[in-house]
Structures are given as structure tokens and as C-alpha cells.
């Protein structure tokens, strides 16, 4: 009865994942290839793929002292009334990562999540996806809020246009932020910045090391005469604060309700998760 009811369990999403890690990689270094781009972009492309970044471990630089992107996130959850919380992070467990929390998981939300396993997580409150996300910003991870394909396959969900999810990635594990330097058109598109939210560097700090450069998992950060800059495929996903040896990169957010409204209409435009 229980196969009817839900979609597999933890063990056999977990296994799918691992074999269809490999392939997940080869498709996202190939996508920017000659010929092969055409047949592995279509996997990549919107409305199938949307990916918004939020970084949600950032602070916003003075005069701002608060941790708004984070609050963008949690006034999110609030307003949502089906939530499920998984107890691990599948990629992080897949690849055994040693550097950030492996059993701080994704939200899924939406109706959709009425057929997630319950070896998977738990049905949650609001408060407790509050509380999910804060623990998430303590633990330096980036908010991902994810419409993709992938998802609804690997956990037998059905109802992919009332499903959503929120990824707390890292730098290192992630299947959404790995291997992004040389990307595919529509993988580039897939995976978004939040208007409202920039990234800024202080010339009279900054010394052109390069380090943010390097560490930047879209390769949006360039150094020019002497000064790094991000350029227009910049997510603005803090990796680069919390790199720079100096100090020179901060965050930049506009008002709090005009960048949730940019989220909610972006959110809106390929899935119902309220109704």
C-alpha cells in the first residue's frame, strides 16, 4: 500500500543518485561542447530547470547590519502551509563531506510533498522551516530555491507544478554548484542570482590576489587593472566574501520587500506552492 502512497524511500534515492551522479557531471561539462551542447541544453532549460541563489550565511554590509537575505528566506517558509524537511543532505552524504553538516537537509513545499517517504524527513511547521534555515545560515550554506526536473524523479513526486525546493548547498558537494565554471547556455540561465542582491568590492581594499576569482563557481569574478570585479554573470552568492584575505568583498541587498516580491513573482511564474 505504502508503494502507492509514496514515492522510494531514502536508501533507493540515494543509490539512484549515486549512479546518476557521474552523469549529471558529464552533462554539465559538456554543455558548453560543440554539437553535444544540443542534446544535453534541452535537459537544462527553463521552466523544466530554475535555480535562485540566496545567500542566506551573508550579512548585509554597513550602514545595514542585519542578515536580510536569510529573512527573505524564512518570511518564504512562513507563508507556505505543506512543508517537508529531509534529515540529510543526499550530495553531501553521496560524496562523504567532512567540511559542513551532512544532516542539514533540504525543504521540499507544495502539495507535492503529500507522497515524500517518511523515511525522508518529516512534515514540518513554519517554525520549525525557520528554525531549519537559521540552522542552515549558521552552518555557512547557501539557499538554493530549486524548480527542477530532477527532483520530482528521483523522489516519485507527481505534482511537479506544486513542488518546490530549498537546497542549503555548499562550495564543495553540491550537485547545483559544482562544475559551473564552463557551463551551457541554458544551464547558465538555470541557475540565477536574485535581483536586488549584488556583490561589491572595495578598491581601496582589495589588492588583486585573485583568490575570489578562483573561487568563484561561476567564474564571474575577473581581476582588472590590479582590482577584482564581478561581472554580469555574477549570482551573488557571497562564495567570495567569505574568501577574500582582505576583507574588500561585501553584500549588497535593496529593500527586503522589494527583493521578497522579486522571489514570490519569480516563484510564481513555474509553480504553485500556496494553493
Not at 541563489?53 to 524564512?74: A, F, K, M, T, Y
Not at 581594499?205 to 561581472?231: E, H, L, R, T, Y
Not at 566574501?241 to 516563484?267: F, K, T
Request: positive net charge; hydrophobic residues 40%.
Amino acid at each position: 500500500m505504502k508503494i502507492i502512497q509514496y514515492g522510494p524511500g531514502k536508501k533507493l534515492v540515494r543509490f539512484m543518485t549515486w549512479l546518476s551522479w557521474p552523469i549529471i557531471i558529464l552533462a554539465k561539462r559538456l554543455s558548453s561542447y560543440p554539437v553535444v551542447k544540443h542534446i544535453i541544453n534541452p535537459f537544462f532549460a527553463y521552466p523544466w530547470n530554475e535555480v535562485t541563489v540566496i545567500p542566506i550565511n551573508q550579512e548585509v554590509g554597513p550602514p545595514d547590519s542585519v542578515v536580510l537575505p536569510r529573512q527573505v528566506v524564512e518570511k518564504l517558509v512562513s507563508t507556505v502551509n505543506d512543508i517537508f524537511i529531509l534529515d540529510e543532505c543526499i550530495c553531501r552524504n553521496i560524496v562523504d563531506c567532512n567540511a559542513y553538516p551532512k544532516n542539514i537537509g533540504c525543504m521540499a513545499l507544495g502539495k507535492a510533498i503529500s507522497r515524500m517517504h517518511p523515511s525522508h524527513g518529516h512534515k514540518a511547521t513554519a517554525q520549525e522551516a525557520i528554525e531549519h534555515v537559521q540552522k542552515a545560515a549558521q552552518a555557512g550554506l547557501v539557499a538554493n530555491i530549486a524548480h527542477t526536473w530532477i527532483d520530482p524523479f528521483a523522489f516519485g513526486l507527481t505534482q511537479f507544478n506544486r513542488l518546490m525546493f530549498i537546497c542549503f548547498c555548499d562550495d564543495c558537494c553540491c550537485m547545483y554548484r559544482t562544475h559551473m565554471k564552463k557551463r551551457g547556455i541554458n544551464l547558465n540561465h538555470s541557475y540565477k542570482g536574485l535581483p536586488g542582491i549584488s556583490i561589491d568590492v572595495n578598491a581601496k581594499i582589495c589588492d588583486g590576489c585573485g583568490v575570489c576569482a578562483d573561487q568563484c563557481f561561476v567564474a564571474a569574478m575577473k581581476i582588472q587593472n590590479g582590482i577584482a570585479s564581478p561581472d554580469e554573470n555574477c549570482r551573488a552568492c557571497g562564495r567570495c566574501i567569505d574568501a577574500c584575505p582582505q576583507g574588500a568583498v561585501s553584500l549588497h541587498m535593496n529593500s527586503e520587500h522589494a527583493v521578497y516580491e522579486q522571489l514570490v513573482n519569480r516563484i510564481k511564474a513555474v509553480v504553485d506552492i500556496w494553493g
